[in-house]
């Protein structure tokens, strides 16, 4: 069965300071990884996509990695800002199927 | 309005009520997805649709239905509400392809007394 696992399962930060949050899945064969960030109140929205060839990609102060043999994801926030608090959800496509596996997601809080 | 949009945004209902969510897309995305999320569980997948008259079941579809008589359109129902439906209900569209992000919609508070 297909599974993405997310830990922490939740974060507390002091503003400005850097955190990363990792995904591991058992998804077969591996097509694709998604970082979604959701503001409470609001749906999810893609920060970055992972595929089989990339190890690291970045978005602003946001840099995903991804590790295909450990099949290993994170998350790395830099200098964190308020508007970073959020749920962090980890999404994998299977290859051959349009339907993705989520994880649980990690809730990120960021103190002034 | 360009985008995914949902309504009702806040719905509370009685037990034993018939209720339909509607969402609405305007990129003519072939594909389209109903999740519930609770505390704990993350996003669990309810239906999805692959194109019009093309639907199928997720993890959790009992006692939901849907149809999609137009690509634009994909309505939920609870034909008979439970209490166990209370829930954020999101639905979601994507383009049929190796990247196919999906655009969420601003969810669906659902209330069932």
């Known amino acids: 069965k297909n599974q993405v696992e997310q830990s922490p399962q939740s974060l507390i930060i002091l503003e400005g300071k850097n955190c990363t949050l990792q995904?591991?899945?058992?998804?077969?064969?591996?097509?694709?990884l998604r970082w979604y960030k959701q503001d409470t109140g609001r749906g999810p929205v893609s920060l970055t996509i992972?595929?089989?060839?990339?190890n690291t990609k970045s978005n602003g102060r946001y840099t995903a990695t991804l590790d295909a043999d450990t099949k290993q994801s994170s998350l790395h926030i830099t200098a964190s800002q308020l508007s970073d608090s959020a749920s962090y959800i980890c999404?994998?496509?299977?290859?051959?199927?349009?339907?993705?596996?989520f994880g649980r997601g990690t809730s990120l809080i960021v103190h002034p | 309005d360009a985008g995914i949009t949902q309504s009702p945004r806040y719905k509370i209902t009685e037990t034993g009520r018939q209720v339909t969510l509607m969402c609405h897309q305007t990129?003519?995305?072939?594909?389209m997805f109903w999740y519930r999320q609770d505390l704990g569980h993350g996003l669990r997948l309810i239906y999805y649709?692959?194109?019009?008259?093309?639907?199928d079941k997720g993890e959790v579809s009992d006692g939901y239905v849907v149809s999609r008589s137009k690509t634009e359109n994909f309505p939920l129902t609870l034909e008979s509400a439970t209490r166990s439906q209370t829930s954020v209900y999101f639905c979601?569209?994507?383009?049929?392809?190796?990247?196919?992000?999906?655009?969420f919609g601003p969810g669906t508070r659902l209330t069932v007394l």
């Open positions: 979601a569209s994507s383009e049929q392809g190796y990247y196919n992000e999906q655009f």
């Open positions: 995904c591991n899945y058992t998804v077969s064969p591996f097509s694709n």
């Open positions: 992972m595929t089989f060839s990339e």
């Open positions: 999404v994998v496509r299977a290859g051959g199927s349009y339907i993705p596996t």
């Open positions: 990129w003519s995305h072939s594909y």
């Open positions: 649709s692959a194109a019009a008259d093309i639907t």
